[in-house]
């Protein structure tokens, strides 16, 4: 009984270890796909790093989430883009959380991104809010508290400097390994390419043939091994 107990706890302790390990390989997955992600939004926006990993932060402590901010970081460049390509109504609702015409054309975009959250923040009628943000942030935005996320901003991407360097590298890191694989898969089509162009040039019932050979073969391994 006790050789069976000690077992069966070596298997649950392997059990275990092994889980973790899985967990542990899914958990810095999701962080080097974060990592990535951000960068991207980066380079997509010309926001640094920091501010847009403390905007998010800033926006889940104002009762959004990080999916949220960065769909309202892009629709505020593309808001931006809009009001230089002289659209009255991006122009008008930039006006309206006191981002002047001068403002679009030589602030930067996370300092527009910073003044229009203190514009709103400023708009105490809820319905004229929930309308700016919807026009310059994106529907997602209006269940966000302009007013908590004015209050968190600042602090939150002063605490996020820190962070910014590791997620650069992470994010080099993955387009470095995305280009290896490309590679690979790229060698390895290339080296069997005789044998699909060998394939391509067999009529059905020859494909059909080898097919069944190769089927059973595999049915006489089974037989054999078991």
Same mark, same amino acid.
């Given at each position: 009984?006790q050789?069976s107990?000690?077992?069966?706890? =070596? /298997?649950?302790? *392997?059990?275990?270890?092994? !889980? +973790? %390990?899985?967990?542990?390989? $899914? ?6 796909s ?55 109504d ?20 996370? =300092? /527009?991104?910073? *003044?229009?959250?203190?514009? !709103? +923040? %400023?708009?105490?009628?809820? $319905? ?67 044998l ?16 069944? /050979?190769f ?12």
């Open positions: 009984i050789d107990a000690k077992k069966t706890s =070596d /298997i649950f302790g *392997k059990m275990s270890t092994a !889980l +973790a %390990g899985l967990a542990m390989g $899914a958990a810095i997955k999701n962080a080097i974060y990592a990535d992600a951000v960068s991207d939004l980066s380079d997509a926006t010309g926001i640094a790093v920091q501010n847009i990993v403390g905007f998010q932060k800033a926006v889940q402590a104002a009762g959004g989430n990080v999916e949220g901010a960065d769909k309202a970081i892009l629709k505020l460049v593309n808001s931006i883009g809009q009001a230089a390509e002289g659209s009255a991006s122009q008008d609702a930039f006006a309206r959380v006191g981002v002047s015409l001068k403002d679009l054309a030589t602030l930067s975009e996370k =300092d /527009i991104l910073r *003044k229009t959250v203190a514009g !709103l +923040a %400023g708009i105490t009628n809820p $319905a004229e809010q929930a309308v700016l943000k919807t026009a310059l942030l994106g529907k997602e935005f209006r269940g966000v508290s302009a007013a908590k996320l004015d209050e968190a901003l600042d602090k939150a991407t002063a605490s996020s400097v820190k962070y910014a360097d590791a997620i650069k590298k992470a994010a080099d890191a993955q387009d470095t390994f995305d280009r290896a694989i490309g590679a690979v898969k790229l060698s390895l089509i290339e080296t069997f390419s005789p699909n162009e060998l394939i391509g040039s067999l009529n059905n019932d020859t494909f059909d043939k080898i097919v069944g /050979i089927t059973n073969l595999a049915l006489a391994a089974t037989v054999l091994l078991t």
